[in-house]
């Protein structure tokens, strides 16, 4: 079984920074594609950034520039380090990653529980 858990989220100033953290765990073969998504109260999940097994990066045109998504040392490890950040970045921040597990023919989509992110103007 797959679980991915984030961490990192928290109360910030405008202009202020977070680095978010998403570990998955489990029987995983291997991680094809990670992403950030992010929902705001009232308003639908957002797409924020992705990070593809071969490197290649891609941003909401709302958060290029501030934000970077990076992977881990271990690999198991996905990062979205936030800086400059804005009110309107205040909401709970998701992880979602293609894996390949030993059970599955093909991947799946997993996600985490989320973590709050909150910038106070």
């Known amino acids: 079984q797959v679980q991915l858990v984030e961490s990192g989220g928290g109360l910030v100033q405008l202009g202020g920074s977070l680095r978010l953290s998403c570990v998955a765990s489990?029987?995983?073969?291997?991680?094809?594609?990670m992403r950030w998504y992010r929902q705001a109260p009232g308003k639908q999940r957002e797409f924020v950034a992705r990070l593809t097994d071969v490197g290649t990066t891609v941003y909401a045109d709302s958060v290029k520039g501030r934000f970077t998504i990076s992977r881990g040392f271990a690999r198991n490890t996905v990062y979205l380090q936030m800086i400059s950040l804005k009110p309107e970045d205040t909401a709970v921040y998701y992880c979602?990653?293609?894996?390949?597990?030993?059970?599955?023919?093909?991947?799946?989509?997993?996600w985490g529980q989320g973590t709050q992110v909150t910038v106070s103007s």
């Open positions: 489990g029987t995983i073969v291997s991680i094809e594609d």
């Open positions: 979602n990653e293609l894996i390949r597990t030993p059970i599955n023919a093909r991947p799946d989509f997993y």
